[in-house]
Antibody, heavy 118, light 108 residues
């Protein structure tokens, strides 16, 4: 059963770039979209974007101008970079898997709290 | 962007009771709707996909129904582990995929 392990920066300053990486263990890396979702008290759950094994992406239009997703097939890892962070980007960030034809995200990684200070 | 609304915001029930949660979409999403359960400090867990298909390992007391703009998640008999927050989410045609604000099921 696939498990997702997430790591990256926790405390950041405004204007910096957030970098997060998620590794998929014990499962196929193909046939899925690998997704990023964040959760904050003010915005609730917000889908950030997703990437498949060949690098095809879907981005949330609200974040597209600041967002880059990438994939490393050799390591079964995918990464997020979000530029020009502000306090509004403070949230718990999750990685998750979605099968190509599936509606839902399953499983999810453990989540990482990212706090942006001015 | 499709907006999902959930009602009620909070549901106060006792173990053994029936829970009925609602999710409404701002436009039709067909049956492209999922439900999740989240406990404090944990990531959401997928319960239901395609409006009514239980995810692997989800007990039969959970059932989903609906299509178009109106959806329902029913828990037939609440167990202690069922308390927490429930979210709906759509994946219809084009991104962005969006989530509802959640319904908190709390112990009465």
């Amino acid at each position: 059963q696939v498990q997702l392990q997430l790591w990256g920066a926790g405390l950041m300053k405004a204007s910096e770039t957030l970098s997060l990486t998620c590794a998929a263990h014990n499962g196929s890396f193909t046939g899925h979209f690998w997704s990023w979702i964040r959760q904050s008290p003010g915005r609730g759950l917000e889908w950030i974007g997703e990437i498949n094994h060949s690098g095809s992406t879907n981005y949330n239009p609200s974040l597209r101008s600041r967002l880059t997703l990438s994939v490393d097939r050799s390591r079964n890892q995918f990464s997020l970079k979000l530029r020009s962070m502000t306090a509004a980007d403070t949230a718990v960030y999750y990685c998750a898997r979605r099968h190509f034809d599936a509606v839902g995200f399953d499983p999810w990684g453990q989540g990482a709290l990212v706090t942006v200070t001015s | 962007e499709i907006v999902l609304t959930q009602s009620p915001a909070t549901l106060s029930l006792s173990p053994g009771e029936r829970a009925t949660l609602s999710c409404r979409a701002s436009q039709s999403v067909g049956t492209s709707l999922a439900w999740y359960h989240q406990k404090p400090g944990q990531a959401p867990r997928l319960l239901m996909s395609d409006a009514s298909d239980r995810a692997t390992g989800v007990p039969a007391r959970f059932s989903g129904s609906g299509s178009g703009t109106d959806f329902t998640l029913t828990i037939s008999t609440l167990e202690p582990e069922d308390f927490g927050v429930y979210f709906c989410q759509h994946r219809y045609k084009w991104p962005p995929w969006t989530f509802g604000p959640g319904t908190k099921v709390e112990i009465k």
